[in-house]
C-alpha cells in the first residue's frame, strides 16, 4: 500500500479512521487513547465541534485569496494571538520550521541593520527546530543533520540551561544577534530548565541587544499550564514561534515579535503563498477562543499535576523509572534504559498512544480536553506498560 511513499517515515503498522476527544477508531475499530496528540497538534481532541464548525463555515465561504490582498482573519488572528502572547506582531506560515525560519531571517535583518554583516545566532545542544535546511542546522541532534551537510552557517551552539556558557560566548563574539532556544526542549526529552535560567537569558540578552527567540512550537498554546511556557517566569521573548497546536490539525505556523524584531521585515523580504489564509486563520481562532472559554491552560496545570503525581505513585516501586518531570501536559517518564520500539508498540496493544523521546524517556502530550477519567486510565494504562517493561528486560 505504501509502495510510492518515501521511506523518511517508519509507521508503526495501524491506521486510524476517526477519532473524537481524546479516543482514536482503528480500521479494526479498536480503540486507542490518545496521549500523544498527533504530536501535540489536537490540544482539542479530535473532531472538536468548534474546530469543526469554523472550518466549515469558512470553507462554505472562501479558503484562499493570497497575501497580496488583505485577509480579514489574518488580521483577527494577528490581533487575538499578540493580545495572548503579550507581543505586536505576527507573520504567518504552514509548520513549525517555517516560523523558525522566519525567526532566523528576523534575526539576521536585525544584525544587519546593527551594521554586523555575519550574524550569528546562539542555538542549544539537545535542541530541536524542524527539518529545513536552516532549522536542521539550528537543531542540536547530529542525527537530523547527517547527511544534508554542508550546513547552514552562522550557528552557535552551547549547552542548555547553563548561563555561564552564554556569558563567555557574550563576552567573546561580537557578531551575536540573538538566542533561539526551546523554553522545555521536547524531542530532545522533556528537558525542563532551572526556573531561574529564562528570566537570566533575558537579561543576557537586554544587556548585549541580542534577541530573544523563543520556539514554543510544542509547548506554546496552553499545552504546559500557562499560554505559553515563558509566562511561568514572567519572560516575555522579542520573537516567540508557534504551529503544532495553534490550528489543531489544520496547518498552520506563526511566528510572533515585538520591538524592533516586529519592525524588522520590509515588503519583499519574506512570504508565503499559503501562510495565514482564511481557512487555517478561521481553525485557529476557533482554537484561540476555545482555550480562552475553557480556561484550559489552568486545566492542563491541574491535569498534569495529578498525572504526575499518579504516575509516581504507581511507579514508585518501579526501579526502572529514572525520572518523572514535565510542566502541565507536556509530561516525560525517563527510564534508566532504552525502550524506544518496544514501549511504543506495547502501548499500542494496550490501546495507548505515545512516544518515546531520546531513547528513553517517555513523552505524554494528552489533549488538554480529557476528563479526570481518561486521566485516570492514563495513569493506569502508562503504569502497566513500563510495569510490563521492567519486568521483560530485569
Ligand atoms: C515540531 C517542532 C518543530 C518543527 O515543526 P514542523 O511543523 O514539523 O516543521 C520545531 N520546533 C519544535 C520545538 C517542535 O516541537
Redesign the pocket.
Given at each position: 500500500m505504501a509502495d510510492h511513499l518515501m521511506t523518511n517515515y517508519a509507521p508503526l503498522p495501524i491506521t486510524f479512521t476517526r477519532g473524537e476527544g481524546a479516543w482514536l477508531w482503528d480500521e479494526q475499530d479498536k480503540i486507542h487513547l490518545d496521549a500523544l496528540s498527533g504530536?501535540?497538534v489536537c490540544g482539542l481532541g479530535h473532531a472538536h465541534p468548534a474546530v469543526t464548525e469554523a472550518i466549515r463555515e469558512q470553507a462554505q465561504r472562501l479558503l484562499h485569496t493570497s497575501n497580496l490582498y488583505h485577509i480579514q482573519r489574518q488580521e483577527q488572528l494577528a490581533e487575538k494571538l499578540c493580545g495572548v502572547a503579550d507581543m505586536e506582531k505576527a507573520f504567518f506560515c504552514n509548520?513549525?520550521?517555517?516560523?523558525?525560519e522566519a525567526a532566523i531571517k528576523l534575526a539576521r535583518l536585525h544584525g544587519h541593520q546593527r551594521g554586523i554583516a555575519q550574524p550569528s545566532i546562539i542555538v542549544m545542544e539537545n535542541s530541536?527546530?524542524?527539518?529545513?535546511l536552516a532549522?536542521l542546522s539550528a537543531t542540536g541532534n547530529r542525527k537530523v543533520q547527517a547527511g544534508f551537510e554542508p550546513l547552514v552557517q552562522g550557528f552557535i551552539r552551547a549547552p542548555f540551561n547553563d548561563i555561564e556558557a552564554l556569558r563567555v560566548i557574550a563576552r567573546n563574539d561580537p557578531n551575536v544577534v540573538a538566542v533561539l532556544l526551546?523554553p522545555i526542549q521536547?524531542?530532545g526529552g522533556i528537558i525542563v530548565p532551572d526556573d531561574d535560567y529564562l528570566p537570566q537569558v533575558r537579561a543576557l540578552c537586554d544587556d548585549h541587544g541580542w534577541l530573544m527567540m523563543l520556539?514554543?512550537?510544542?509547548?506554546g498554546m496552553c499545552r504546559t499550564g500557562a499560554w505559553f511556557a515563558c509566562q511561568h517566569g514572567n519572560t516575555l521573548p522579542d520573537v516567540m514561534?508557534l504551529?503544532?497546536g495553534l490550528g489543531n490539525g489544520v496547518p498552520i505556523?506563526a511566528c510572533l515579535a515585538r520591538g524592533k524584531a516586529a519592525e524588522a521585515f520590509q515588503p519583499g523580504n519574506h512570504g508565503s503563498t499559503f501562510g495565514g489564509n482564511p481557512l487555517a486563520c478561521s481553525a485557529a481562532l476557533a482554537v484561540i477562543t476555545t482555550l480562552e472559554e475553557q480556561d484550559l491552560a489552568a486545566r492542563a496545570a491541574e491535569l498534569g499535576e495529578n498525572i504526575r503525581e499518579g504516575l509516581k505513585n504507581a511507579l514508585a516501586d518501579c526501579s526502572i523509572v529514572r525520572e518523572i518531570r514535565g510542566a502541565g501536559l507536556m509530561i516525560g517518564i525517563e527510564l534508566h534504559r532504552p525502550c524506544t520500539d518496544l514501549v511504543t508498540s506495547a502501548a499500542v496493544d494496550h490501546g495507548l498512544l505515545i512516544s518515546v523521546q531520546a531513547e528513553r524517556t517517555i513523552r505524554l502530550l494528552p489533549p488538554l480536553i480529557i476528563s479526570d477519567d481518561e486521566a485516570y486510565q492514563l495513569i493506569n494504562i502508562t503504569s502497566t506498560v513500563i510495569h510490563d517493561f521492567a519486568a521483560t528486560t530485569d
Open positions: 504530536i501535540g509548520s513549525g520550521a517555517e516560523a523558525v530541536f527546530h524542524g527539518r529545513t532549522t526551546e521536547g524531542e520556539d514554543e512550537i510544542q509547548t514561534c504551529a503544532k505556523g
